[in-house]
């Protein structure tokens, strides 16, 4: 039997024994101390390993002699960090040991909210028991909501209250698990060393009422979480009669505890943010925690640009109603169905891909607490029939440096049917998105950056999708994406500062996504009309021939073919900005088909001046966050004529400078050129040396199965891992078609985790087999290879100022075969080169938009 180190309180509690998790309940730090130290004594003279654990900001409790060892633990790093440190170092110690831990109390000045210290005790106090410890925790009275207290109450082991009344000190025992006796669950005032119950009715109702603070001022909102105490002090704040300085202090203390922990984000959110935006952003919070870095840039972009007094964008913007899903929404979900020591295991080396697997599955099918169903439910109600989008809102995502886009999902909701239906449909969108945090390409992404050890947590977005009905169609007139710097120009006049656009009609799933055999409309807003295909031909070949949209009907998400909806919506009332397909006008006669129309923007663009706006509003945001953006919007139009702007998103946008300047050799031998090619690629002036080639054969490629496409994209990631391994230095990986489709006919089914450690990648033009390259800029694909350094080209051997020849290889050993044995039948489709022997050199020059690779 352990010893609580003082004999009488050993007598009321019948001893401490293995796995007893101990929670003191206290008024004043002092009290706790008077019962830490004697326990901490009594465990050291009995052999014990003694363990402080020290993480608040209060005196400590115990001095470097009174325990073996003393953990100084940074609460402020994040509930996922301080949680793993804490189960590492128990894990560290082993069975037996005994643990005093700081007042938890005080983990509310680093988390703000009572529900994580809930979570926390919830996912330490087993793992202490099964290790049969004895640890002491304490929590100030008062301090925290019935919920918590609750949540720790059925969690812990003992659960004792200490306090003063009249000058006396009491003990009173409120939980003891697995013993008992008459007297145990009464007040034991101390007197000396002893304890003795209070036992006649008249002193036990006047101690208790003493403690109780019936009819005290402070009594309605002991109920209250710590969150919700701080929001109410700030609502109190927002109108007239408190200083300046009092309300700047409560915007850093709820952006610090809401928004952010980034320093850039913060000092962007401090001045664009006013504690009335404040709290409408908790007006419409569901859960405690940050919102996210998706939530983050979307608002910041709207106030910045919504204070710009210069400027009409209050009367150009469409209002926006979302919700947000706070970030402790995420580890709840996780702590409550149980999984967090599987999370834990995930975080490990070992652990990281095996158990996330694992976890991803448990993550679709796990419950939430009714609180939270209930809230949900309010929301979806509020929503009515309306169509939304769910969207992840991570911690990292959208920061500096590290997009993350496309790696989690995002889920449109038709939003059709009764209550209960739509409420199941919403749940199961939140699940999945939780779940894709798993994700391999996730994972891979974290990794590859230096982010898989930090606190990722998942918030949410939940945005009314803007648009309009057609009938039973709904969908926004125009969606696209921006840049305010145009990595890619496909004119030497170009000017990359002047941004560039991606214009979709319907739902903007197409212009953030390479899809197959469709095409965007691509607008450098400098020179709008001018694009990467001139002729009439290309324009109708290179635009965009099928639309993403809900159809409301059919309560779902929808591809369908333009010309069929066109023939079923106004063309006049949606104003697509529009020419019409010369081959079809041209067809003449009375039985001529219907003119087909090409969606290309023109209009809107030119006269509309959507060019000169969309680059006003860029440049805007560019200058505030002193950095490029990337931004997301739907554009509808009104009865007027005008038009109203909707801005989903706002992020950083890495982009790679032009660099220096590359003297383009004057002359190579025909026969050394491997390949050249004007225009067509980004990532700047570059002259390398190439260590390899990975090259996939097109006539060979095309003549494989479905099955086996998909298998030869998983050999390409094999490649890319051994590669990574080999720290094979630069690599070309070129292949027919596009690289990253879902669809092996229009090229190489690969995720993006399976190229990442390539130098260049080349798409070539094959079109016998119809496949063709995607010059994506501006999608999910594009900031994957702008962030991870990728050069990018695309190769159409068939036009005269292009050069393809892969002569010089077959002079080469092909690796291959002695690399990948055990994949004979991809001998001949999948090639590998050791080219330094050779002196293979690719060169680039953004002025001169010349490519060129030769042997040297």
């Given amino acids: ?146 919920k918590t207290v609750a949540r720790i109450r059925e969690t812990t082991q003992l659960l004792v209250d200490i306090y003063c009344c009249g000058k006396k000190y009491y003990v009173h025992p409120l939980k003891v698990w697995n013993r008992y006796s008459p007297t145990m669950f009464l007040p034991h005032v101390r007197s000396g060393a002893k304890f003795l119950p209070v036992t006649d009715s008249l002193n036990i109702s006047k101690v208790l009422s003493c403690i109780s603070g019936i009819g005290s001022a402070s009594a309605p909102r002991r109920n209250l979480d710590n969150w919700d105490i701080l929001f109410m002090q700030a609502q109190e704040m927002s109108g007239s009669g408190f200083e300046t300085k009092r309300k700047d202090e409560m915007v850093d203390r709820i952006c610090r505890i809401m928004i952010t922990r980034d320093a850039k984000i913060m000092t962007l959110a401090k001045t664009s943010l006013t504690l009335d935006a404040l709290l409408a952003i908790k007006a ?40 947000y899903i706070g970030s402790d929404v995420f580890y709840s979900y996780i702590v409550e169905n149980g999984w967090w020591r599987l999370r834990m295991r995930q975080k490990t080396a070992e652990g990281y891909y095996d158990a996330a697997a694992d976890l991803r599955e448990k993550m679709l099918y796990g419950a939430f607490p009714e609180e939270m169903m209930e809230k949900f439910q309010q929301m979806i109600e509020y929503f009515g029939t309306s169509p939304v989008i769910v969207r992840s809102s991570s911690l990292l995502e959208d920061s500096y440096g590290s997009a993350f886009a496309g790696k989690y999902e995002s889920i449109f909701l038709p939003n059709q049917g009764p209550p209960e239906q739509r409420y199941i449909e919403f ?100 020179r709008p009309l001018r694009r990467p295909h001139g002729n009439m031909d290309d324009l109708v070949k ?43 006008d041209l067809a003449g006669g009375a039985e001529a088909p219907p003119v087909s129309w090409v969606v290309t923007f023109d209009e809107l663009l030119s006269a509309g001046g959507l060019a000169d706006r969309m680059r006003g509003m860029m440049k805007k945001l560019e200058k505030e966050y002193n950095y490029a953006v990337d931004v ?136 016998k087999g119809n496949l063709m390259p995607d010059l994506s800029f501006g999608t999910h694909f594009f900031q994957d290879l702008v962030e991870t350094g990728i050069f990018y080209l695309a190769i159409f051997p068939d036009k005269e100022d292009v050069v393809f020849s892969d002569k010089r290889l077959g002079e080469m050993e092909d690796i291959f075969p002695k690399m990948f044995p055990e994949f004979p039948k991809y001998k001949g489709v999948i090639s590998l080169y050791d080219t330094k022997v050779k002196g293979l050199k690719i060169m680039s020059d953004v002025v001169s938009q010349g490519v060129i690779c030769f042997f040297s």
């Avoid at 894990?91 to 809930?118: K, N, P, Q």
Wanted: proline share 4%; with cysteine.
């Fill in 427 to 526: 749940v199961n969108a939140v699940r999945k998105i939780y779940a894709s945090t798993m994700s391999e390409d996730a994972l891979v992404y974290r990794h590859q950056r230096g982010l898989d050890k930090l606190d990722e947590q998942m918030a949410l977005l939940v945005q009314r999708v803007s648009g309009a009905y057609h009938g039973k169609y709904f969908f926004p007139d125009v969606s696209g994406v921006g840049v305010s710097y145009n990595t890619y120009v496909w004119q030497e006049e170009m000017d990359p500062r002047a941004g560039m656009l991606r214009l979709v009609l319907g739902l903007g799933t197409r212009a953030v996504n390479r899809v197959e055999g469709d095409y965007p409309r691509i607008a450098a807003l400098d």
């Fill in 542 to 584: 290179f635009s965009q021939h099928d639309v993403d949209l809900i159809n409301v009907k059919d309560n779902c998400f929808q591809t369908m073919d333009l010309k069929e909806l066109l023939a079923e919506v106004d063309v006049e009332e949606m104003k697509i900005a529009r020419v019409a397909d010369r081959e079809m």
């Fill in 632 to 767: 997301e919007f739907t554009l509808n139009f009104m009865k007027d004529g005008g038009y109203r702007i909707n801005l989903l998103q706002c992020r950083p946008l890495q982009t790679r400078g032009f660099g220096k300047r590359v003297e383009m050799p004057a002359k190579v031998r025909p026969g050394d050129v491997f390949f050249s090619t004007k225009g067509h690629f980004f990532g700047g002036n570059i002259s390398q040396s190439v260590d390899k080639i990975v090259y996939v054969r097109s006539n060979e490629y095309i003549s494989l199965g479905i099955p086996e496409k998909h298998e030869a994209a998983r050999i390409i990631g094999r490649v890319n891992r051994k590669i990574a391994s080999d720290k094979g230095g630069v690599t070309i990986l070129l292949g027919p078609g596009r690289w990253g489709t879902a669809m092996p006919s229009m090229g190489i089914p690969v995720t993006f985790s399976e190229i990442n450690h390539m130098s260049v990648l080349g798409e070539i033009a094959f079109p």
């Fill in 1 to 146: 039997m352990v010893t609580t180190g003082i004999k009488g309180l050993d007598g009321i509690l019948n001893g401490l024994r293995d796995g007893d998790n101990v929670v003191w309940q206290i008024d004043k730090i002092k009290d706790y101390k008077d019962f830490a130290v004697p326990f901490a004594r009594e465990a050291l003279a009995s052999g014990k390993t003694l363990i402080y654990m020290r993480f608040a900001p209060h005196k400590p409790l115990l001095r470097p002699e009174e325990a073996t060892r003393i953990y100084d633990l940074d609460a402020s790093s994040g509930f996922e960090a301080f949680t793993s440190e804490v189960s590492e170092i128990i894990g560290r110690e082993g069975a037996g040991a005994c643990y005093v831990f700081d007042c938890l109390s005080d983990l509310l000045s680093a988390w703000a909210t009572d529900l994580m210290i809930g979570n926390f005790f919830m996912v330490t106090c087993p793992y202490l028991f099964e290790l049969d410890t004895v640890a002491y925790f304490a929590i100030l009275r008062n301090r925290h909501s019935f």
């Fill in 284 to 323: 419409r919070m569901i859960g405690t925690g940050f919102i996210g870095g998706k939530t983050v840039g979307m608002l910041l972009a709207r106030n910045i640009l919504l204070n710009d007094r210069s400027s009409d964008w209050k009367e150009i913007f469409e209002p926006h109603d979302s919700y």
